[in-house]
């Protein structure tokens, strides 16, 4: 239990010196620094080939790891073992994932590295709005593609699992299993989904506090009306996650993926 409450102080910063002179980004989330080297990105020797052995031998593996997946999924239908070929194809989508993950974080590495330098000189000073707007912009440019791909292939997992366990229901048995991956494959698309409605509100929040600041109240507030027409106008654009071909990551993407998902499964159970 100790261990449990250490991590839990670590992980709330029950312990952490708020008024140490050098407080930054860095020492505050040590677990960043952790998380970029194992994704071979090195702040000190940027270029080492170092860098590259771990996201390359896990690059490896996983294309590997899709290979051998395809097979089964070729195995399971020429059997007609659509159980099989359907839990194949779900590993086959999260597996398919990690490479494009790695190769866009390896081909981002100058924008994640000076997203984290702005994102540590905003911590240590005061966070500025048009720094968020850049800091979405990279966020876009590196998760894009595994968003892409999620969007791509989520609505077909969903149907696919939600085949099997109405088969097995109709049989009188629960998979566990499909289940499992079921709730798994509606968070995984989900997070990304509230996250970016979360950051669009946020971004909307931004003018109405500006509106309801009470600017109209005082002459200097009048003075400095034609900077918040700007402010307002600037936040007026929804701050959301995009990438070329796919459309805001935000709740009404989720809901449009589950309504094609539910689609795809009334029409394959029409035709069973």
């Not at 109240?217 to 900077?227: C, F, S, V, Y």
Request: proline share 4%.
């Amino acid at each position: 239990m100790s261990y449990l409450r250490r991590l839990k102080g670590f992980i709330e910063k029950d312990y952490f010196d708020f008024e140490r002179p050098d407080i930054n980004l860095y020492n505050f989330h040590p677990q960043l620094r952790i998380l970029l080297i194992v994704n071979g990105i090195f702040f000190n020797n940027r270029n080492s080939r170092i860098r590259l052995i771990w996201p390359g031998g896990s690059i490896l593996l996983c294309m590997l790891a899709v290979c051998l997946e395809s097979m089964f999924i070729y195995h399971g239908l020429t059997t007609k073992d659509y159980s099989f070929a359907t839990e194949c194809f779900c590993c086959f989508v999260l597996l398919g994932t990690m490479p494009v993950v790695s190769l866009s974080v390896l081909k981002n590495k100058d924008n994640i590295l000076d997203l984290i330098e702005n994102m540590n000189e905003n911590f240590i000073y005061i966070r500025r709005l048009e720094s968020k707007y850049r800091a979405v912009e990279a966020v876009s440019s590196i998760y894009g593609p595994p968003l892409a791909y999620q969007v791509m292939f989520t609505s077909i997992a969903i149907c696919l699992i939600a085949i099997q366990i109405t088969q097995k229901l109709e049989n009188g048995i629960l998979d566990i299993r499909f289940t499992m991956l079921g709730v798994a494959a509606c968070l995984q698309m989900w997070i990304p989904c509230y996250l970016g409605t979360l950051l669009r509100n946020k971004a909307f929040g931004v003018g109405e506090a500006c509106w309801n600041s009470g600017w109209h109240q005082t002459p200097l507030g009048r003075m400095i009306r034609q900077d918040i027409i700007i402010v307002l106008l600037r936040a007026q654009q929804p701050v959301t996650i995009k990438f070329p071909g796919l459309q805001s990551i935000q709740l009404e993407t989720f809901s449009s993926i589950m309504t094609t998902s539910y689609s795809y499964f009334n029409m394959l159970r029409q035709y069973s």
